[in-house]
């Protein structure tokens, strides 16, 4: 294992993404999926980087009392964000389409948070991509919503998919970031929890 100060932990992800757990995959890490179904309510004062932070945290104190001492679980939390309009995951595929004809021909920003936690460590941190889409047709948003699964998705999109590869015309920042999982400072992250 190329992080040593880990080789005593059992990691647990809690995230239902299948995209946060491929990418994890990509770590070499080997780890356990758990899930919850945690309600996704934040503060209405809370702003920009401050939402996927509480969020991230409020995942992972969920799991904090059923964890064993060996136990270090990973929580992430993201949001998208258009002219101060926080864009979360849509209710409907009317709303994922509203949500798209926003971001078309916009820059907006994503911001995930992750959370690493055990019975006596915790940190949070976060990482921002800005994402420049390219003007998008009604007929380029209906294939999407109509042939993708747009509703477990921030902002109503996943990059990797048909609207990334035919929308996004630049990003500034980490791609794994805008699919939910900010690798590299998962990465760096991961390195400064204490072995056991």
């Known amino acids: ?28 890490l080997e780890f356990e999926l758990r899930t919850k179904e945690i309600s996704e309510d934040y503060p209405a004062a809370l702003q920009a980087e401050e939402i996927p932070r509480f969020l991230s945290r409020k995942k992972a104190k969920a799991f ?30 009317d709303e994922a389409k509203s949500m798209l004809q926003l971001l078309s021909g916009k820059m907006h920003k994503v911001i995930t948070a992750i959370t690493i936690a055990s019975v006596d460590y915790n940190a949070t941190s976060h990482s921002v991509t800005e994402v420049q ?55 760096e992250e991961l390195k400064k929890v204490p072995s056991r």
Do not use: C
């Open 133 to 187: 889409f390219a003007e998008l047709t009604e007929a380029e948003i209906d294939y999407y919503v109509e042939n993708f699964k747009p509703l477990d998705k921030a902002g109503a999109y996943g990059i990797q998919e048909f609207i990334g590869f035919i929308g996004v015309t630049s990003i500034k920042g980490s791609y794994f970031n805008v699919m939910g999982l900010p690798l590299h400072l998962l990465y």
């Open 1 to 28: 294992m190329l992080l040593e100060n880990l080789k005593n932990w059992k990691i647990i992800l809690a995230s239902k993404s299948p995209r946060r757990q491929e990418l994890l995959k990509g770590l070499g």
């Open 64 to 93: 904090l009392e059923e964890l064993s001492a060996d136990e270090l679980v990973i929580t992430s939390d993201t949001t998208v964000h258009l002219d101060g309009i926080v864009l979360e995951k849509p209710k409907d595929l």
